[in-house]
């Protein structure tokens, strides 16, 4: 069975930063696209950042130049490093690994406040 938890959510104030954490069990870690993924309330679930298993990245444009995607097979981890947070950036935020076949992770509440 394929598992990917997040950790690392929280309430932080505009402009602080928060490190999430996306650990997966099973064997497929090491190989494939990793991603993060976000819903905000009332809105549909967006692409936040991808990183490839050699480590090419690709965000968003919202947050571009502010969020870093990382990831350390050694550990079958995925982090998402977020500087500069906004209120906008509230959400759930959701660990993908892209498959086939793809699984998704429960998702950690984000929230920024302003």
């Known amino acids: 069975q394929v598992q990917l938890v997040e950790s690392g959510g929280g309430l932080v104030q505009a402009g602080g930063s928060l490190r999430l954490s996306c650990a997966a069990s099973g064997k497929i870690f090491g190989i494939g696209t990793m991603g993060w993924y976000r819903q905000a309330p009332g809105k549909q679930r967006e692409l936040v950042a991808t990183i490839l298993t050699g480590g090419i990245t690709d965000y968003a444009d919202s947050v571009k130049g502010r969020f870093r995607i990382s990831r350390d097979n050694t550990k079958n981890t995925v982090y998402l490093q977020m500087n500069s947070l906004k209120p906008e950036d509230t959400g759930v935020y959701y660990c993908?690994?892209?498959?086939?076949?793809?699984?998704w992770g429960q998702g950690t509440q984000v929230t920024v406040s302003s």
């Open positions: 993908k690994h892209f498959g086939p076949p793809e699984y």
